[in-house]
């Protein structure tokens, strides 16, 4: 019996990955499906389809420091047009996590995550959307409290902007939903 049976296989980015959403990007053959249809290709510094490469090939640092997977929206346009199935919006959603756990996500992420925290959190507490209030904790969490100020008057007097948004009646329906899913990602 030769010393290398011993030895444990180390897993690969992409074997790890598989292993913890069940995704397997190496079934990826670099079609460009994905890219093709992402609207939001112009502001990423990798195509989806570069990203699932750099996943394939082991590039933890660039996949994960990436400005991409903190641009996608989510939309599962890549996931749709993918003939091997690939879940690719799950890939960037696991990615997200991971460059987190890491402390690896590129500098931009701080502002996605302040919106995504006032997002939910505007939901949490009426049940829906209500655009200035969670502007505003935006904003606040985003320390970006000039950028955009001369649309708030605009959108006001078009009638686009509520000052008071109308929580829903079941508030408590939503709060077992958020209870719910609080221990799942």
Do not use: N
């Amino acid at each position: 019996m030769s010393a290398h049976h011993d030895v444990p296989h180390e897993k690969t980015f992409a074997e790890d990955l598989a292993a913890r959403t069940g995704i397997d990007v190496r079934k990826c053959y670099q079609c460009g499906k994905c890219t093709a249809g992402c609207p939001m290709v112009p502001d990423m510094d990798y195509t989806p389809s570069q990203i699932m490469r750099l996943v394939q090939v082991g590039d933890r640092d660039a996949a994960l420091g990436s400005r991409t997977i903190w641009f996608c929206a989510s939309c599962f346009t890549c996931s749709t047009r993918c003939p091997q199935e690939v879940k690719i919006a799950e890939v960037m959603d696991a990615l997200r996590e991971q460059a987190l756990r890491e402390k690896k996500a590129h500098p931009r992420a701080r502002k996605v995550l302040a919106f995504l925290k006032s997002f939910l959190g505007s939901v949490r507490r009426t049940g829906r959307l209500h655009e200035v209030g969670m502007v505003m904790e935006y904003k606040t969490r985003a320390r970006d409290f000039f950028s955009d100020v001369l649309l708030a008057p605009v959108m006001f007097l078009k009638g686009k902007l509520k000052l008071f948004g109308k929580p829903v009646k079941d508030r408590q329906a939503v709060a077992r939903i958020f209870e719910r899913t609080a221990g799942t990602k």
